[in-house]
């Protein structure tokens, strides 16, 4: 499948068909990372819950650490 990109106001975007949104079980509500390996733009869906897990927790280890973290950055 080709696509082409659409202007949607100063940004360029790329429409997905439901069947494949669907497919990925993606809708307008989902958030997503987007990434690049220089050659190709990977789009996945995150796992909010999952995400708020991992950011939670990173917070707390900056915390309980963060004398520890500056030192190593000096």
Known sequence: MTK???SIG????????KPIL???GMSKESVLEVS???QRLVIERVD???HTRVKALTRKVME???KTFRKLAE
């Open 4 to 6: 082409n990109l659409v």
């Open 48 to 50: 909010v819950d999952r």
């Open 22 to 24: 669907d497919l990925l």
């Open 36 to 38: 690049t390996d220089g």
């Open 10 to 17: 100063n940004s360029l975007g790329i429409i997905i068909e």
């Open 64 to 66: 309980s650490h963060e």
